[in-house]
């Protein structure tokens, strides 16, 4: 069982806290299926560059960059993250530093954690490995982007900290308005022998979602590869790994 990363230093109050879905993408990406994916697809001296979209506390990617030996076979791995919440940007970075700490003999090179919309920073066809642990949850409409004011501001209100959780959780029609966004900007983002892994609740309706990724073309896969079990209700998550043969 490979270490959960320390995210005691985060402001919980505007950074999503780890959670069941944060835990089922550790699980999932270490999975023994998973592991032997990504070192069949990037064991062959290509250095991957693994980006984590939202990392929120910075748990998933901070992991990811302190188990790369385990992971990818080999510690030559460039990890780095996105989110549209400054505070976001600052605890993955302070959580990746940590992990790395504690993980010297298997850690690869974080290159840090940018502020932006999505894979908005991001240049075209760069990204081995995306990861995206979205807002799934199913909400009357989306929250705006942030304004400067709310990314900052030396003293956040109550209300600031509220809009940046709502970030994090608020997925407008069918939990999948940002997700979808993500998915379709995937042909344009990820490298040739790129893949993606997105988090999903049921009321996302995955074999809809999986559907919209078949149809980018006829190279595009898409499977299930972790899930959080038979719990009744939306909450029951699952991981779909996204790719191209």
Known sequence: MLPTPDTSHVAYERVYEPAED????????SSASETAFLQTRFGDGHVPLVVEVGPGSGVVIAF????????FGSRDVLTAAVDVNGHACKATGETARKAAAENAATHG????AVQGDLVAPLRDQVVDVLIFN???????QLPDLPHHHHLGAATPTFDDDSYMLEL?????????????RLIRS????????GCAYVLLCAQ???DDVKQRILGLGEAWKVATVGTSGKQA??????IIRIWVE
């Open 204 to 206: 996302n309706k995955p």
């Open 22 to 29: 944060s835990f089922l993408l550790l699980d999932t990406l």
């Open 64 to 71: 990811v960059h302190a188990q790369a030996q385990a992971l």
């Open 186 to 193: 995937l042909p344009r983002v990820l490298s040739r022998r």
């Open 134 to 140: 979205p807002p799934y949850v199913p909400t009357p």
């Open 233 to 238: 209700g939306w909450e029951k998550l699952q």
């Open 168 to 180: 994090s959780y608020a997925g407008g029609r069918d939990g999948m308005e940002t997700t979808d």
């Open 109 to 112: 090179s974080f290159l840090g």
